[in-house]
């Protein structure tokens, strides 16, 4: 009776790529161990298959390894009946993990074999003395993961550079930090000219008036500028977990300049949480026309800041993604939601079914309280269960249960709680974004007009078009420069009001029906002639 052949997998790993350029190096010698082993079980039927299954530069601390992974892929499809190893190290150095490969092994009918440490896993005695060695290997692994961990800290406390990408300014030589000739120049000149702007902002625009890059060739970013100017290792120093030692290389910046633009950056940070006095309670649930998030967004600063919120679709740059409401302003929304939170609250139509299993006497208190009624911040976060908005209607949904616990709260004179159970209400409004002189505007409840009225502005400016080509076809102006003397306006702009009457009729149709989308103001349309997207 002949016996089944025996397929064997070879699998060769070494932990560090040094080496592996050589002609003959460690996988290979681990590869020509196992042929050999191989071919001296040939009694038994054992027969190599071609894969190799060679993992050069991978830590046997864990088992996301390619190779690994495909010879395991190809044990559970029953391509491999035993993998051959030169050492069981080199197939893992946890225990963990070696119980899950043998999982794997066992429920497949495999085995493996260390060719220099005789082991049978088919036997109790054989996988107890498997786990002792690899209980042995991990340890191993850990005492030297500490041994290096200690070097590194032991150097580092000497004021050696331990590797990693050099920091701007400076070049890594012989395993030094040395000054770079052009980029220390810069380095020097950003700390100086941050000392006299007092903003990154002002510093970034500075950086990129001179073209100045990053050692990677790429542009300079706020975050990339914060990180540089709040760098101790441009005094000379390096640190370790949250602790900097006086360093080998040479200081670029001078202590004095550095302590004054930390002394900076730091009034900046304490300015900023003084002056955020407006925290955006819709954050987390408001979302736009197409169901993105829309996020707290802030510009300018002090009297004139402004706070918006911004679809994030936009902010990540997903075009196809994007919706028609894109950005809006977060006080004027903010103050919409709230009055209808407390139009709600005083209604006695939304009151009732919600006071339905309430005392009478506490009803009554109730209802005298809530016309006087301020609502916190964060009474508003936890009422407000979600705001979509859409191009014409503002839908806020309400958290009934919060909404009576509120209720129940201030007849009971306690402090108002978060609870689990939920139920939810929606309300629909009328609302609309336009455009003004700075900014957005949003209009809002009565103030709406009828969807699909058109835009008197626009209805003016389209009929001035058509007006101006009609003189200009019908001659009685010879050409645009005479045309502009007759209306007393340059002749540039007399050239964008003529193009807005070549637009396709499709789009003017759209414009003077209201139903357009993209164009919702006079600026929009006589920009329209460079957006394809639209002309078209």
């Not at 000392?195 to 060739?217: A, C, F, M, P």
């Not at 679809?311 to 903010?334: C, D, F, H, Y």
Request: with cysteine.
């Amino acid at each position: 009776m002949i016996n089944k052949p025996i397929r064997c997998a070879i699998y060769t790993r070494k932990s560090s790529e040094e080496g592996l350029e050589q002609d003959f190096n460690s996988l290979q010698a681990q590869r020509e161990a196992c042929e050999a082993y191989i071919k001296s079980q040939k009694s038994e039927n054992w027969i190599l298959i071609p894969t190799a299954y060679d993992d050069g530069g991978y830590s046997g601390g864990t088992l996301e390894r390619p190779a690994l992974q495909q010879l395991l892929s190809d044990v559970k499809t029953g391509k491999i009946d035993i993998i051959v190893v030169y050492k069981i190290d080199r197939l893992t150095r946890s225990l963990m993990d070696f119980s899950k490969i043998i999982e794997v092994l066992d429920a497949h009918q495999a085995s493996f074999v260390s060719i220099t440490q005789h082991f049978n896993t088919t036997t109790s005695m054989g996988r107890l003395t498997l786990n002792m060695l690899l209980s042995f290997a991990q340890f191993e692994r850990e005492v030297t993961a500490e041994r290096i961990r200690d070097k590194y800290a032991a150097s580092k406390k000497k004021g050696m550079w331990m590797g990693g990408y050099p920091p701007f300014g400076y070049e890594r030589k012989d395993k030094k930090l040395i000054p770079h000739p052009q980029q220390a120049a810069i380095l020097k000149s950003l700390f100086k000219q941050y000392h006299s702007l007092k903003s990154v902002g002002k510093l970034l625009d500075w950086v990129r008036e001179n073209n100045i890059q990053t050692s990677l060739g790429k542009p300079f970013t706020k975050i990339n500028l914060h990180r540089i100017l709040s760098n101790r290792v441009y005094i000379g120093e390096v640190g370790h977990k949250g602790i900097w030692y006086p360093g080998l290389h040479q200081a670029l910046v001078t202590t004095e300049l550095f302590a004054s633009v930390q002394q900076i950056i730091s009034d900046h940070q304490v300015n900023r949480v003084r002056h955020d006095t407006h925290p955006s309670f819709l954050a987390g649930k408001l979302f736009d026309d197409n169901g993105n998030r829309m996020s707290p967004k802030a510009s300018g600063s002090g009297s004139k800041k402004r706070r918006y919120y911004t679809s994030q679709a936009m902010i990540k740059q997903e075009r196809e993604k994007l919706g028609i409401i894109t950005q809006v302003p977060a006080g004027e929304l903010e103050n919409f939601v709230t009055q209808r939170l407390k139009e709600l609250l005083t209604s006695p139509a939304f009151l009732t079914p919600l006071l339905s299993n309430i005392h009478i006497s506490l009803q009554q208190d109730i209802k005298k309280q809530l016309p006087q009624l301020s609502l916190p911040t964060e009474t508003r976060r936890l009422l407000v269960a979600r705001v979509d908005l859409f191009p014409n209607t503002l839908r806020l949904t309400v958290s009934l249960a919060q909404i009576r616990e509120f209720l129940l709260s201030l007849a009971e004179k306690r402090s108002f709680k978060l609870i689990s159970a939920d139920s939810l209400e929606s309300f629909e409004y009328p609302f609309q974004i336009r455009r003004a002189c700075k900014g957005k505007k949003i209009i809002l409840g009565e103030q709406c007009p009828a969807p699909n009225s058109p835009r008197v502005p626009l209805v003016r400016i389209i009929c001035q078009s058509y007006a101006l080509r009609e003189k200009l076809f019908s001659g009685q102006a010879s050409s645009i420069l005479e045309l502009a003397k007759q209306e007393d306006c340059t002749d540039s702009y007399i050239s964008r009001l003529l193009e807005i009457s070549f637009l396709p009729a499709k789009t003017i149709l759209n414009i003077l029906s209201g139903v357009s989308k993209e164009v919702l103001s006079v600026k929009d349309l006589l920009k329209l002639k460079n957006d394809r997207r639209l002309s078209q």
